[in-house]
């Protein structure tokens, strides 16, 4: 059975692949700092709570938006469960070619959800990661990273406007009854979901003329299944697309 890690900046999202089926996965945050056996604790802990162990995996492939906790994911998995894990970085085969000025700056995040998503739909594509910030890619016709655009995260943007307004406070992250909200409550939710679904629509509206032909736009990400659905350019959800993209990739190194 195949481990696949995303360590993005606030969540890190695990998956236990069983051949090409997700047969677990869990979604737990990010801690900087963590040390390789501090690493294999929370991993063993995850696998523990649906009954499974470190016997039960046989391979790793793994993304790190956290350069740290990529060399503790290496290390742990070398020293815990036995096996060299695929640490997908610059150098890695991914079969996507990135054309873009400097493709060592492109996260392996966003590589495998383009991957994932070439595996979904043939390109033109643009992939919406609702994470700690927002990342849109683009893939050209022939399946090619194009590029893309990277906004402030939805949750960030919440935190940071409790933080700088002194009578504002945290709300929960969803959807008010209507854009024009009768509490402050529902007026950060309203500008939140509402402003951040207009943010989505209006950078696929430019990234579709720019792309030319039929668009599939694909959104994912901890907060996708709160914001896409109040989107009008956004064909569907998948949830575990950054997993899918890591599995492939490890497929294709294997």
Avoid: K
């Amino acid at each position: 059975m195949l481990l696949a890690i995303d360590v993005g900046n606030t969540q890190t999202v695990v998956g236990l692949y069983d051949g090409d089926r997700l047969a677990e996965h869990w979604r737990t945050a990010s801690v900087r700092g963590q040390t390789a056996d501090e690493v294999a604790v929370a991993l063993q802990a995850l696998l523990a709570v649906r009954g499974r162990g470190f016997g039960d995996v046989t391979a790793t492939v793994a993304s790190s938006g956290v350069p740290q906790l990529a060399e503790a994911l290496r290390t742990a998995a070398r020293v815990h469960l036995g096996h060299e894990a695929l640490i997908v970085g610059a150098g890695t085969d991914t079969g996507l070619e990135l054309r873009v000025d400097n493709p060592a700056e492109v996260g392996p995040d966003r590589i495998a959800n383009c991957v994932g998503a070439l595996a979904l739909a043939s390109g033109p594509l643009v992939v919406v990661d609702f994470g700690t910030a927002i990342n849109f890619d683009a893939v050209s016709a022939d399946g090619a990273f194009l590029g893309g655009a990277i906004a402030p995260g939805l949750q960030v943007a919440v935190d940071a406007l409790g933080e700088r307004a002194a009578r504002l406070f945290q709300i929960e992250l969803r959807a008010p009854e209507r854009a024009i909200g009768r509490n402050t409550a529902q007026n950060m939710q309203s500008g939140a979901i509402f402003g951040y679904a207009g943010l989505v629509d209006g950078l696929v509206r430019r990234f579709r003329a720019e792309l030319g032909g039929t668009v599939t736009v694909i959104a994912t990400g901890g907060l996708a299944a709160v914001v896409a659905p109040h989107c009008d350019g956004v064909d569907r959800v998948e949830p575990w697309l950054t997993l899918d993209g890591l599995r492939r990739i490890w497929e294709r190194a294997a």
